[in-house]
């Protein structure tokens, strides 16, 4: 995987001062995309040991409430499959800090299922248990374990909203993760009692 820049004390991708990283690599090609040169997987430089050291250092500044990561594609197969092994080290040297993924994938079409075959056995199963299918590659359900905010959709220029707090267009969704694995559907992130600043992403 290539990355194409690690923005330090980014107040707009996310509450909080963060630390950002924008990889290469995307294949939704949105018009009117915020970040176009970052398509191209070759673009910027390869994400290396040394990349992953510097970010992890980077992040010991207490200023930081965690790291976005955005582009590009982050979900893009290739570059899901390089970042995993940095972001189980995040996880582990920073427990306390959060991870937000912007993406243009869709959680529940794209990255994963909950498979309703037999609407009885959900009606009935212990919410923690719902069958949970990777419709991605086998990396991502680990992967989205590791993310607390799943920003998703593509980049609709059509449904453009300048007022929305961390998305471009109305028909992205701001996805509490780790509420919405538990529960086997879309549980929205509820910014209340978060003191940020409104900034768009796109
Ligand atoms: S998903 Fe993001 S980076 Fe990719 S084309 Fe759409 S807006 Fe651009």
Redesign the pocket.
Same mark, same amino acid.
């Not at 995309?33 to 176009?36: G, I, S, Y």
């Given at each position: 995987m290539n990355y194409a820049e690690i923005k330090e004390y980014d107040i707009a991708n996310g509450p909080g001062v963060r630390l950002s990283l924008f990889v290469s690599g995307?294949t939704?090609?949105?018009e009117g995309?915020?970040?176009?040169i =970052?398509?191209d997987f070759n673009y910027g430089a390869p994400f290396t040991k040394d990349t992953e050291d510097e970010i992890l250092s980077l992040l010991k500044d207490v200023s930081y409430r965690g790291l976005t990561l955005l582009?590009?594609?982050p979900m893009e197969p290739g570059n899901q499959r390089a970042l995993l092994p940095f972001l189980r080290r995040y996880k582990k040297v920073f427990p306390d800090k959060d991870l937000w993924c912007? =993406?243009?994938y869709l959680m529940d079409r794209d990255l994963l299922e909950w498979i309703p075959a037999d609407p009885d056995a959900i009606a009935h199963a212990d919410e923690q248990r719902l069958p949970l299918h990777t419709v991605a590659i086998p990396e991502t359900l680990e992967l989205l374990r590791l993310i607390d905010v799943l920003v998703d959709g593509?980049?609709m220029a059509s449904k453009k909203d300048i007022t929305l707090l961390y998305k471009g267009s109305s028909n992205q969704r701001t996805i509490d993760v780790q509420k919405s694995l538990a529960a086997g559907r879309i549980v929205q992130w509820d910014p209340s009692g978060v003191s940020m600043s409104k900034t768009a992403h796109?």
């Open positions: 995307c939704h090609r949105c995309c915020f970040n176009e =970052t398509w582009g590009g594609e912007f =993406t243009g593509e980049y796109l």
